[in-house]
């Protein structure tokens, strides 16, 4: 079995149980590495009912979620790439913990850490005020006299709190950044040099504020974020102070034609067309758009409408999701889906179209929309 190749003893561990992987990882070095590495690569918590393992993830019911902590070991720690908590969990301090002391042996690992579940401890403030310590002076400004390279073996970020940025070390190995938190708070003194070179070097942006977003742009860089590739934007303009994005402000802050993904959420003002406009005008700079997803609250056909025309400019585009919760029409109204296919049909790249959600539309031939959720060219 030795002998098989790499990707055939990778599918065999892919098909085996759990006791069936024990058993096969006692048997020599090379299983325990094999079996290790398939394991522990990828690791999410979410709902299930136990434990299964597939060539690209781990899922780890919150029920076994206490065993983790204890089966980590400096050995199997290493092939250790992502860890997600999508699920409610019960002391994932323990987890914290354990990770900081594994660092102490692999003290050059670096993992991806995402904590979806909004009742888990953000990681990254939870290694900052274990081990960053503040002298306060006369100003009452708080001065970092010592931090912990820990820190820098996360390769994202997750920031409750913008001014956290303010007190971050520069990280050499920070690719992903997401930032959870008003906008407003953004400004030239929130950030420093440190802040801004963190930034300057990361791929992939999120952006979940809670307010208005053009706050962000008021930074006012040296110059876009060239390596940028990945940008998720939550805005919301339901209130007249709340300008809508534009690509002339977007192209001041990200450099439109490096990125490859982008995700839209959205909450419009009634028969706003913001979304179309945008796609419209950041078409012929989105050279290397890849994957775009689209989520809003678009309330009438005329926006969506829009928003499927404006689609056929992006002529790198490989994968759309669209997910337009509350078109709010009238159940005799029909779903025009003809018109869509015919915007995407100029899309010579596009592999994968997806549509969720989208309530109280037939379409011709009185298919519903919702029975059809994946379409593939």
Same mark, same amino acid.
């Given at each position: 079995?030795?002998? /098989?190749?790499?990707?055939?003893?990778?599918?065999?561990? &892919?098909?085996?149980?759990?006791?069936?992987?024990?058993?096969?990882?006692?048997?020599?070095?090379?299983?325990?590495y094999?079996?290790?590495?398939?394991?522990?690569?990828n690791?999410?918590?979410?709902?299930?009912?136990?434990?299964?393992?597939?060539?690209?993830?781990?899922?780890?019911?919150?029920?076994?979620?206490?065993? +983790?902590?204890?089966?980590?070991?400096?050995?199997?720690?290493?092939?250790?790439?992502?860890?997600?908590?999508n699920?409610?969990?019960?002391? /994932?301090?323990?987890?914290?913990?354990?990770?900081?002391?594994?660092?102490?042996?692999?003290?050059?690992?670096?993992?991806? /850490?995402n904590?979806?579940?909004?009742?888990?401890?953000?990681?990254?403030? &939870?290694?900052?005020?274990?081990?960053?310590?503040?002298?306060?002076?006369?100003?009452? @400004?708080?001065?970092?006299?010592?931090?912990?390279?820990?820190?820098?073996?996360?390769?994202?970020w997750?920031?409750?709190?913008?001014?956290?940025?303010?007190?971050?070390?520069f990280?050499?190995?920070?690719?992903?950044?997401?930032?959870?938190?008003k #906008?407003?708070?953004?400004s030239?003194?929130?950030?420093? @040099?440190?802040?801004?070179?963190?930034?300057?070097?990361?791929?992939?942006?999120?952006?979940?504020?809670?307010?208005d977003?053009?706050?962000?742009?008021?930074?006012?860089?040296?110059?876009?974020?060239?390596?940028?590739?990945?940008?998720?934007?939550?805005? !919301?303009?339901?209130?007249?102070?709340?300008?809508?994005?534009?690509?002339?402000?977007?192209?001041? /802050?990200?450099d439109?034609?490096?990125?490859?993904?982008?995700?839209?959420?959205?909450?419009?003002?009634?028969?706003?067309?913001?979304?179309?406009?945008?796609?419209s005008?950041?078409?012929?700079?989105a050279?290397?758009?890849?994957?775009?997803s689209?989520?809003?609250?678009?309330?009438? +056909?005329?926006?969506?409408?829009?928003?499927a025309?404006?689609?056929?400019?992006?002529k #790198?585009?490989?994968?759309?999701?669209?997910c337009?919760?509350?078109?709010?029409?009238?159940?005799?109204?029909?779903?025009?889906?003809?018109?869509?296919?015919?915007?995407?049909?100029?899309?010579?790249?596009?592999?994968?179209?997806?549509?969720?959600?989208?309530?109280?539309?037939?379409?011709p031939?009185?298919?519903?929309?919702g #029975? !059809?959720?994946?379409?593939?060219?």
């Open positions: 079995m030795m002998d /098989f190749p790499d990707h055939i003893i990778d599918d065999i561990i &892919f098909f085996c149980k759990p006791d069936a992987l024990v058993s096969l990882a006692k048997t020599c070095r090379y299983f325990r094999k079996v290790n590495k398939n394991i522990y690569r690791i999410i918590i979410e709902n299930n009912s136990g434990m299964t393992s597939t060539s690209k993830k781990t899922i780890i019911g919150p029920q076994q979620f206490s065993k +983790l902590p204890k089966c980590l070991n400096s050995y199997n720690f290493q092939f250790v790439q992502s860890l997600c908590i699920a409610p969990v019960d002391d /994932f301090f323990a987890l914290y913990e354990k990770i900081l002391k594994l660092w102490d042996s692999c003290p050059d690992h670096c993992i991806r /850490f904590a979806a579940n909004a009742n888990v401890y953000l990681f990254p403030r &939870f290694i900052s005020q274990d081990s960053v310590h503040y002298t306060e002076l006369e100003d009452s @400004e708080l001065v970092v006299t010592e931090r912990h390279k820990k820190m820098n073996n996360l390769i994202n997750n920031i409750g709190d913008v001014t956290e940025l303010k007190y971050m070390p990280n050499p190995n920070l690719k992903e950044l997401e930032l959870n938190s #906008a407003s708070s953004l030239p003194s929130t950030l420093n @040099e440190r802040c801004l070179k963190n930034i300057n070097q990361i791929d992939t942006l999120i952006l979940s504020l809670n307010d977003i053009n706050s962000l742009f008021n930074l006012k860089l040296e110059r876009p974020l060239t390596n940028l590739k990945s940008l998720s934007l939550t805005n !919301v303009h339901s209130l007249k102070k709340h300008l809508i994005l534009t690509t002339y402000k977007l192209a001041s /802050f990200v439109i034609s490096q990125l490859e993904h982008l995700k839209l959420n959205v909450s419009c003002s009634n028969h706003c067309h913001c979304i179309a406009h945008l796609l005008d950041i078409a012929s700079h050279i290397n758009l890849k994957t775009l689209i989520s809003s609250n678009v309330k009438d +056909l005329e926006s969506f409408r829009l928003i025309s404006s689609l056929r400019h992006l #790198a585009l490989e994968s759309l999701e669209l337009l919760d509350e078109l709010g029409l009238q159940k005799d109204h029909r779903f025009n889906f003809k018109m869509l296919a015919t915007s995407l049909s100029s899309l010579d790249d596009l592999k994968r179209v997806e549509i969720g959600d989208i309530h109280h539309y037939t379409v031939g009185s298919l519903c929309i #029975a !059809v959720p994946v379409i593939v060219k």
